[in-house]
């Protein structure tokens, strides 16, 4: 069960959404992506659906922020920046510290990063329409309930007043979100200078359920744990998923999730 509409408009000096094929240096998309564009949203108000306690992992009550347009109102230009960043394995523990060389560790890495960004983000809550209990689907009658009132309201409450978790950031959590406010009617047209851009592909999300597919939830004490780190079998990995960006009248439809246009890769 989907909500009503919600768009916002996010604003910042700087932002980076950083390409996953350049692997020292960060390379920015041209333009927000949904991943990023969702973070924005749990930043304000989020209730995990999927819980990685094996014991708790029955309990489906809880929510997702399906992204479904974006709008670009500043595309923003891009520039580099070098700093001076430090390069370690891991962090020592308290008690085993024995100090730390910077100079022995330091690197200077270039960043091509956008500058003065404005996007509109139109996103909806999805509550699923049944949870699971030991191992039982059972509908939930209060799906529409929650998706379109209570969620829907404590959202609008906490964005009009500027409330959040922590602080909305674009891309990386270094450039925050300078302002952000509700849009109560999106304009139809967005762009004045092109009626279509192909902005190409961009990474648009994870896809975590092969992980809890294979890592089902039971009743509690019973349920099989999911593994810290690695997994043996590809098929039981989180599906890299990517859509094809491109903006007509300014706005970037995101298509629902597995069709041909935004499928796993």
């Known amino acids: 069960m989907r909500s009503a509409p919600i768009c916002l408009r996010v604003a910042g000096n700087f932002a980076c959404f950083t390409r996953p094929e350049f692997h020292v240096e960060r390379v920015s998309y041209p333009v927000i992506t949904p991943s990023a564009a969702r973070g924005i949203f749990e930043a304000i108000l989020m209730k ?4 990685p306690e094996a014991d708790k992992r029955h309990n489906k009550i ?3 922020w399906v992204i479904t347009r974006i709008g670009i109102v500043k595309k923003g230009t891009f520039f580099s920046i070098l700093r001076n960043e430090l390069g370690y394995s891991a962090h020592q523990s308290p008690e085993k510290a024995k100090g730390y ?3 022995s560790n330091r690197a200077q890495r270039h960043s091509l990063i956008l500058r003065d960004v404005e996007y509109l983000i139109e996103a909806v809550i999805e509550v699923p329409l049944e949870t699971r209990r030991g191992g039982v689907y059972t509908k939930r009658p209060s799906a529409e309930f929650l998706a379109r009132n209570k969620y829907h309201q404590m959202f609008l409450r906490r964005a009009r007043a500027g409330q959040c978790f922590y602080q909305p950031f674009l891309g990386c959590r270094e450039f925050s979100v300078a302002e952000w406010d509700l849009v ?3 304009p139809a047209k967005l762009s004045e200078h092109e009626s279509s851009e192909d902005l190409g592909m961009i990474f648009r999300d994870f896809d975590f359920d092969p992980v809890w597919n294979h890592w089902p939830s039971g009743t509690k004490g ?3 744990p999911r593994p810290a780190t690695g997994w043996s079998e590809p098929a039981h990995r989180p599906r890299a998923t990517h859509v094809h960006a491109k903006a007509i009248d300014g706005w970037i439809t995101i298509p629902v999730f ?3 246009n ?3 890769s």
Do not use: C
Not at 48 to 51: Q, T
């Open 48 to 51: 995990p659906i999927e819980k």
């Open 62 to 64: 809880g929510f997702r």
């Open 101 to 103: 060389e910077i100079s």
């Open 184 to 186: 109560e009617t999106p």
């Open 222 to 224: 019973l349920a099989s």
């Open 258 to 260: 597995g069709s041909n």
């Open 262 to 264: 935004g499928g796993a």
